[in-house]
């Protein structure tokens, strides 16, 4: 009996991701499809609901609009800064960094610099972005007790932790 995805499980997935404009924006490696715990947030929204269901075996194409993926962007979350407040750091178009905003802690870019200003954008690289995604399903099994205690895949019984 082969199983099929549902919450829970342990699955892995060889996949590759595309904007709406077919530039390829990520993809698994040969030999090492990605393996997760299905149903616990690891996926974005719309690839976790197409997978629900599927079988080892299944190869399927979809199209995740942003709201399913991550989100749409927001201006609000663009804000130019003093630069004094870098102090000494150096800082350069396309940094990223975690900071501390009226959102709680948040990655941002800087997208922007002049002598007095540094505008960053907190917008995840991806919101406002369509997603198309070709999937191919490798592996659907029952988690071990361990694997759901740690919220994580031990992939062929080993057990990395990062
Ligand atoms: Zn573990």
Known sequence: MSQTISQ?????????????????LDQSQEGQPLHFIFGRGMLIKGLENALEGKAVGDKFVTDVAPADAYGERHDGLIQTVPRHLFGDNEVAVGMQFRASTSAGEQSVMIIDVNDNEVTVDGN?????????FDVEVVEVRDADPSELDHGHVHVDGHHHHE
């Open 8 to 24: 829970d499980k342990v699955v892995g997935i060889h996949y590759t991701v595309k904007s709406a404009e077919g530039q390829v």
């Open 124 to 132: 995840h690289p991806l919101a406002g972005v369509a997603l198309n």
